[in-house]
């Protein structure tokens, strides 16, 4: 899985798979990726919808396909029936575009609306597609409503989003487009986005390469405006940590120092024993232990406006 997995969702503009695959898109350090893939509509306009020949080109070229079900930005809240009658819908046209039965749908909520509004929709497209084949379309609260009713297909877009990413999201539409406007920019997040041909154990990525990816993605230093890699980013928290591991272990040591000398003069006069003060010391101690213990299980920082610029 690269660092950046570009996704175009076009609608009623259809261009060829020559002209998918020659668009670029820049990421924060200024190199270049192509698509994988597009997300093409089911609906009730003919000119929108995805047409059974396209299949085929699509995946001879390599272009890798989702869909997504949408016909009023407002659908979504007209409730369980509406949910039942868009699935029954949505499969019909699947099964005209020639796509397979363990294909993804994903439903649009293209509006402003809570979870709440569009739960009893989502339940409806669930009673007949199930839930594994059900993905949604929608803002951050949308896409964390539908991650607990069970949905793992989740297209996040930004807007209504208030700057927002759910870190269950699959899919991303960022805001930019291609194309001349007729495509929008996405970003798979996911190994398994929802597309056709369905992922193979072989297609996923493995742990190692899911880590070089998160190493190698940058974001911008706002108080620098340069791109900052997070590997950079983990790095630093890194030594951060191992530096106040060493101060406070050098602390420990002194007042270690302290502790001993103050027993001493203190049995000396006749007070507390030195065992006594020691044993005391040693509890102080253990508890500022598991106080830096916590702290250095917390997450390491990760943003990069607190980053060195690379």
Same mark, same amino acid.
Request: proline residues 4%.
């Given at each position: ?50 047409? &059974?020949?396209?299949?085929? =080109?699509?995946? *001879? %070229? #390599? !272009?890798?396909? @989702?869909?997504?079900? $949408?016909?009023? &930005?407002?659908?979504?809240? =007209?409730?369980? *029936? %509406? #949910? !039942?009658?868009? @699935?029954?819908?949505? $499969? ?15 439903? @649009? ?202």
């Amino acid at each position: 899985m690269s660092a950046l997995t570009v996704v175009l969702d076009i609608a009623w503009s259809r261009p060829s798979t020559a002209a998918i695959k020659a668009v670029v898109v820049r990421d924060s350090e200024g190199l270049a990726h192509h698509p994988v893939g597009v997300v093409r509509y089911f609906s009730k306009d003919d000119t929108k919808d995805l047409h &059974a020949s396209e299949v085929p =080109a699509y995946r *001879a %070229a #390599g !272009v890798l396909l @989702a869909t997504v079900y $949408e016909t009023t &930005a407002g659908r979504a809240t =007209a409730g369980y *029936a %509406a #949910g !039942v009658a868009d @699935a029954h819908d949505a $499969e019909a046209q699947r099964k005209q575009a020639g796509l397979g039965a363990d294909h993804v749908h994903h439903f @649009a909520v293209d509006k402003d609306v809570p979870w709440s509004a569009v739960e009893g929709y989502f339940k409806g497209l669930i009673s007949v597609l199930g839930v594994a084949r059900t993905g949604t379309y929608g803002s951050f609260r949308i896409i964390e409503g539908a991650y607990g009713l069970g949905i793992r297909y989740l297209w996040q877009t930004l807007a209504w989003s208030g700057g927002k990413v759910s870190r269950h999201a699959t899919l991303y539409q960022s805001g930019g487009t291609v194309l001349s406007g007729d495509a929008d920019i996405n970003h798979a997040l996911a190994p398994d986005w929802g597309q056709y041909p369905r992922p193979t154990e072989e297609d996923m990525a493995t742990p190692q390469e899911i880590a070089q990816a998160v190493w190698d993605h940058a974001e911008t230093n706002r108080a620098t405006g340069k791109p900052v890699r997070m590997g950079t980013v983990l790095a630093w928290a890194d030594f951060e940590r191992q530096q106040t591991v060493s101060a406070f272990t050098a602390q420990i040591g002194a007042l270690s120092a302290t502790v001993s000398a103050l027993a001493k003069a203190v049995g000396a006069a006749g007070g507390l024993t030195a065992e006594q003060i020691t044993a005391a010391a040693e509890a102080g101690a253990t508890a500022a232990l598991d106080r830096l213990g916590s702290a250095l299980e917390a997450p390491a920082p990760t943003s990069a406006s607190t980053a060195p610029s690379a």
